[in-house]
């Protein structure tokens, strides 16, 4: 296991657990981190590994009409997802840096994008298939006032991997952030508190049984109609 604290001017990729340590101590001088996943994978359908303790593991799937069995959440809605929770765990990070005594209470989240399919069917020269314009909307129950969530968005933006790494492949992500209302029995809420009572224990779902109802990820339709979007499910 490298050394928890590194001379200047070295630079050591650290482990996970050794990342939630540097990401939360300033002194620490882990200047790199290597994120790796390992999947099985047979036709539209892939199982992906996280290689965490614990074994989480989660399947990556397309709708019966696009070629896959409908077992889990496509490829388009798990990046929207991936955004939804790096955001999240970077805004609780940086409360608890301001010190907010109830951090930023509960929050939901709606993420959109769309994207040009003649990009994915590959069949325009000079179109790719990457999403144009993603926007995500955090809806926050907190004491904050609405130029304090403005301020808090600009230093997600900066500071979550996910939303840089978006932003640096030149498309168009929003983050906007409101102080609002949030049903803390819905259904989602319900079957989070359940996860959180598991304490991590057992295998890791990316969307619990009973979840996709709630709708928390959508892709835009951008072919008025018709064939549905590679990554849109049925």
Request: charged letters at 25%.
């Given at each position: 296991m490298p050394p928890p604290f590194l001379q200047p001017g070295q630079q050591q990729a650290c482990s996970a657990v050794e990342?939630?340590?540097?990401?939360?101590?300033?002194?620490?001088?882990?200047l790199s981190y290597a994120a790796r996943v390992t999947a099985y994978g047979e036709g539209a359908i892939a199982l992906v590994d996280s290689g965490e303790e614990g074994g989480q593991s989660f399947v990556v799937d397309e709708s019966q009409r696009l070629g896959g069995m409908g077992l889990g959440p496509n490829p388009l809605q798990l990046l929207l997802g991936a955004l939804i929770g790096c955001t999240q765990y970077t805004a609780s990070m940086i409360a608890k840096e301001r010190g907010l005594p109830a951090g930023l209470?509960?929050?939901?989240?709606?993420?959109?994008?769309?994207?040009?399919?003649?990009?994915v069917r590959g069949d325009t020269p000079g179109v790719d298939a990457r999403f144009r314009r993603i926007a995500l909307k955090g809806t926050l129950d907190t004491e904050l006032e609405q130029r304090e969530l403005d301020s808090l968005a600009g230093q997600i933006e900066a500071r979550c991997v996910v939303a840089s790494t978006l932003k640096a492949s030149g498309m168009d992500l929003s983050l906007a952030l409101h102080?609002?209302?949030?049903d803390h029995s819905c259904q989602p809420a319900c079957q989070l508190h359940a996860l959180s009572g598991r304490g991590g224990r057992g295998q890791g779902h990316a969307v619990p049984s009973g979840l996709k109802?709630?709708?928390?990820?959508s892709v835009e339709r951008t072919d008025g109609g018709g064939e549905a979007a590679p990554g849109q499910q049925g």
């Open positions: 990342r939630c340590r540097c990401v939360t101590n300033p002194c620490c001088l882990h209470g509960a929050m939901t989240w709606e993420a959109d994008g769309d994207l040009d399919l003649r990009g102080k609002g209302a949030v109802s709630a709708k928390l990820l």
